[in-house]
């Protein structure tokens, strides 16, 4: 191939550009820290070499909690951690599995090392852990990105190995968990994805030991990392059959080379005997389900709502490879790949939107996918190759790229900021914050109310058709505690589940289809919120007097009160602030027979006080 040289520069580029955004985000010291999957990954390495309670994980948990006070707690076990269930021996089974600790482990025992020969705690969880770790997804990402150049660069054109390299490296989510959310599986399984896809080519060229070994270890430990990867077994199986004749031929091969074959699946095999280990001296059983009730669902995946939809969506957040599936409508040009990869592709996508939450939180876009870049990246090469034949069409394909790439860079520092939370994201609120430098309050009203905000510009005030102060109110929440004004206000009590306010009939104020009703309530909220995204409900629903129509709208409460920035998961307490938001008037809703019900949902146990409810009638100009 010519010009070789290009993929060379881009891989430096890529390596200087994760280092400075790593260091730039700075959050090396807090995702594993705060709990979560990160945590649950690492906490093999410090529970089994320094604190020995691989067992119960009681001093890993207070040890962590010195750096981290105010991570989320389970009410639901004595351990008070998500990452960790009991065994029926009493003994906390660590969920996730073991492969992930694995190839951490060399830059756990350099941090310790740090840590010893400095004043840092040796601990498991002071600085210099948490930067060697971190550090880790780096160093992996980057060595499988050599490997899949020298893939690459073997089958295209090495300016086509180098956009698609620059590609998978800045314009997808791998970015994403390579620099920003470093301790998630996601970085090392696309190492061990790009290291099968060379070793599987290497071996069926060379037949070299070395390369079965390297295969056997990749599937080995992409299986340790998540079981139900084990369909990459698929690549290094049906890598190079494209027809009948050349499946008789590797059946022959196996017969030829079975020796290289048996040592790989050894290998693979010896891959899983450390969690088979774990499992049995923890919980009495070799093989355990950690996960409880956290399942897969094979007879109902969500694939369109994986793919499409804008929590987490796949292609909303990396849309660029959106390339790479047409790509593969042209995978023949490349026939030795055609088989393992569509396959796998098409099993991998049905089984990950099998799971139980297939917009999979803690992430910027779908997370699971990041893994398949490494084989995405043929059917991406392929395309390009082929627009790069023509002057117009490189153009346009390198200006769209160019756009893809700047968004997805954006996109992760608005996700870094609060200012775009993908995992909570609706439609309106994701055009709301489409490339905005700073979140706004009508973003966050969107994305709970799941419309767009109202042209207040196209609108005009009719009247007032309800108000609140509470001053002579006969609610038993009536409460003079604080008010905004007056003397009284309605009290929500951290053990009030639902709070109903009230209720009012439509029928006097002459609504229209296309009218709006603006509501407005001032709040205030007794503690912060404790879950990203969740909070008290201020609910406005339609009501139909025989209940069979009924349309709901609620905001968050205290995400909205005190905060400038307008964070999607903080406010302030103890001060009073207003919330405001537009609802419409549909063709539904029959003023004649309908109600507007006004009501809390409070769930997390916090205090809320509201004063000052007022609903008005506006109008187009």
């Given at each position: 191939?010519?010009?070789?040289?290009?993929?060379?520069?881009?891989?430096?580029?890529?390596?200087?550009?994760?280092?400075?955004?790593?260091?730039?985000?700075?959050?090396?010291?807090?995702?594993?820290?705060?709990?979560?999957?990160?945590?649950?990954?690492?906490?093999?390495?410090?529970?089994?070499?320094?604190?020995?309670?691989?067992?119960?994980?009681?001093?890993?948990?207070?040890?962590?909690?010195?750096?981290?006070?105010?991570?989320?707690?389970?009410?639901?076990?004595?351990?008070?951690?998500?990452?960790?269930?009991?065994?029926?021996?009493?003994?906390?089974?660590?969920?996730?599995?073991?492969?992930?600790?694995?190839?951490?482990?060399?830059?756990?025992?350099?941090?310790?090392?740090?840590?010893?020969?400095?004043?840092?705690?040796?601990?498991?969880?002071?600085?210099?852990?948490?930067?060697?770790?971190?550090?880790?997804?780096?160093?992996?990402?980057?060595?499988?990105?050599?490997?899949?150049?020298?893939?690459?660069?073997?089958?295209?054109?090495?300016?086509?190995?180098?956009?698609?390299?620059?590609?998978?490296?800045?314009?997808?989510?791998?970015?994403?968990?390579?620099?920003?959310?470093?301790?998630?599986?996601?970085?090392?399984?696309?190492?061990?994805?790009?290291?099968?896809?060379?070793?599987?080519?290497?071996?069926?060229?060379?037949?070299?030991?070395?390369?079965?070994?390297?295969?056997?270890?990749?599937?080995?430990?992409?299986?340790?990392?998540?079981?139900?990867?084990?369909?990459?077994?698929?690549?290094?199986?049906?890598?190079?059959?494209?027809?009948?004749?050349?499946?008789?031929?590797?059946?022959?091969?196996?017969?030829?080379?079975?020796?290289?074959?048996?040592?790989?699946?050894?290998?693979?095999?010896?891959?899983?005997?450390?969690?088979?280990?774990?499992?049995?001296?923890?919980?009495?059983?070799?093989?355990?389900?950690?996960?409880?009730?956290?399942?897969?669902?094979?007879?109902?995946?969500?694939?369109?709502?994986?793919?499409?939809?804008?929590?987490?969506g796949w292609l909303i957040y990396t849309p660029v490879m959106i390339l790479s599936l047409m790509g593969l409508l042209f995978l023949w040009k490349k026939k030795q790949f055609?088989?393992?990869?569509?396959?796998?592709?098409?099993?991998?996508?049905?089984?990950?939107?099998?799971?139980?939450?297939?917009?999979?939180?803690?992430?910027?876009?779908?997370?699971?996918?990041?893994?398949?870049?490494?084989?995405?990246?043929?059917?991406?090469?392929?395309?390009?190759?082929?627009?790069?034949?023509?002057?117009?069409?490189?153009?346009?394909?390198?200006?769209?790229?160019?756009?893809?790439?700047?968004?997805?860079?954006?996109?992760?520092?608005?996700?870094?900021?609060?200012?775009?939370?993908?995992?909570?994201?609706?439609?309106?609120?994701?055009?709301?914050?489409?490339?905005?430098?700073?979140?706004?309050?009508?973003?966050?009203?969107?994305?709970?109310?799941?419309?767009?905000?109202?042209?207040?510009?196209?609108?005009?005030?009719?009247?007032?058709?309800?108000?609140?102060?509470?001053?002579?109110?006969?609610?038993?929440?009536?409460?003079?505690?604080?008010?905004?004004?007056?003397?009284?206000?309605?009290?929500?009590?951290?053990?009030?589940?639902?709070?109903?306010?009230?209720?009012?009939?439509?029928?006097?104020?002459?609504?229209?289809?296309?009218?709006?009703?603006?509501?407005?309530?001032?709040?205030?909220?007794?503690?912060?919120?404790?879950?990203?995204?969740?909070?008290?409900?201020?609910?406005?629903?339609?009501?139909?007097?025989?209940?069979?129509?009924?349309?709901?709208?609620?905001?968050?409460?205290?995400?909205?009160?005190?905060?400038?920035?307008?964070?999607?998961?903080?406010?302030a307490t103890n001060v009073w602030d207003s919330i405001y938001y537009f609802i419409p008037v549909t063709e539904k809703i029959n003023p004649q027979s309908d109600n507007l019900?006004?009501?809390?949902?409070?769930?997390?146990?916090?205090?809320?006080?509201?004063?000052?409810?007022?609903?008005?009638?506006?109008?187009?100009?």
């Amino acid at each position: 191939m010519k010009n070789v040289g290009y993929s060379k520069v881009v891989l430096g580029f890529l390596l200087a550009v994760y280092l400075f955004s790593f260091f730039q985000f700075d959050r090396w010291g807090k995702f594993i820290r705060d709990g979560g999957d990160s945590w649950g990954y690492y906490a093999y390495l410090p529970a089994l070499f320094i604190h020995n309670d691989l067992d119960n994980l009681q001093t890993t948990v207070d040890v962590n909690e010195i750096y981290n006070k105010n991570r989320r707690t389970n009410p639901t076990n004595d351990l008070g951690i998500y990452e960790a269930n009991p065994a029926d021996n009493g003994n906390f089974v660590i969920k996730y599995t073991i492969g992930v600790a694995t190839l951490q482990l060399p830059f756990f025992f350099i941090g310790h090392t740090v840590a010893s020969l400095s004043a840092f705690p040796t601990d498991g969880f002071s600085d210099p852990y948490m930067l060697m770790i971190h550090l880790s997804s780096i160093f992996y990402v980057f060595l499988g990105l050599i490997f899949l150049r020298k893939v690459l660069v073997k089958h295209f054109e090495d300016n086509v190995t180098a956009l698609t390299i620059l590609v998978v490296g800045l314009a997808t989510n791998l970015f994403y968990f390579t620099t920003y959310n470093t301790g998630m599986a996601h970085a090392y399984l696309f190492f061990l994805y790009c290291m099968l896809l060379y070793a599987t080519v290497k071996w069926y060229e060379t037949k070299a030991v070395r390369h079965a070994v390297m295969v056997g270890l990749a599937c080995g430990m992409i299986t340790l990392i998540r079981p139900v990867e084990i369909i990459c077994l698929i690549i290094p199986i049906l890598y190079g059959i494209s027809n009948i004749h050349e499946l008789q031929q590797r059946l022959t091969d196996y017969i030829k080379n079975y020796k290289g074959y048996l040592l790989a699946i050894g290998v693979y095999i010896l891959c899983g005997i450390s969690q088979l280990i774990y499992w049995k001296i923890v919980t009495g059983e070799f093989f355990f389900y950690s996960y409880t009730h956290e399942t897969l669902d094979l007879t109902n995946p969500k694939i369109i709502k994986g793919l499409f939809q804008f929590n987490n969506g796949w292609l909303i957040y990396t849309p660029v490879m959106i390339l790479s599936l047409m790509g593969l409508l042209f995978l023949w040009k490349k026939k030795q790949f055609l088989l393992s990869v569509v396959l796998f592709i098409g099993l991998h996508i049905y089984i990950i939107y099998s799971w139980y939450n297939p917009n999979y939180s803690n992430s910027f876009g779908s997370r699971p996918m990041v893994e398949t870049y490494a084989l995405l990246a043929i059917p991406f090469a392929i395309f390009s190759g082929m627009l790069f034949k023509k002057v117009l069409t490189k153009f346009l394909l390198l200006l769209l790229i160019s756009f893809f790439l700047f968004l997805n860079i954006f996109q992760t520092w608005q996700t870094s900021k609060g200012i775009l939370w993908p995992e909570d994201a609706r439609r309106s609120y994701y055009w709301a914050s489409f490339l905005k430098t700073k979140l706004t309050y009508e973003a966050l009203i969107v994305n709970d109310l799941k419309i767009g905000f109202a042209d207040t510009s196209n609108l005009k005030y009719v009247n007032t058709i309800y108000e609140q102060g509470f001053e002579d109110s006969l609610l038993p929440q009536k409460s003079s505690m604080t008010t905004n004004s007056g003397n009284f206000a309605f009290h929500m009590k951290p053990d009030d589940v639902l709070a109903k306010i009230d209720i009012f009939a439509l029928e006097p104020f002459q609504l229209q289809p296309g009218d709006w009703l603006k509501v407005t309530a001032f709040f205030n909220s007794r503690k912060p919120m404790s879950l990203r995204m969740h909070g008290t409900r201020f609910v406005t629903r339609f009501l139909r007097d025989d209940a069979s129509y009924r349309k709901t709208y609620f905001v968050r409460v205290e995400n909205k009160l005190g905060d400038p920035t307008y964070s999607p998961f903080w406010g302030a307490t103890n001060v009073w602030d207003s919330i405001y938001y537009f609802i419409p008037v549909t063709e539904k809703i029959n003023p004649q027979s309908d109600n507007l019900v006004i009501y809390l949902e409070n769930d997390f146990q916090n205090e809320i006080l509201v004063d000052d409810i007022k609903i008005e009638h506006w109008i187009k100009k």
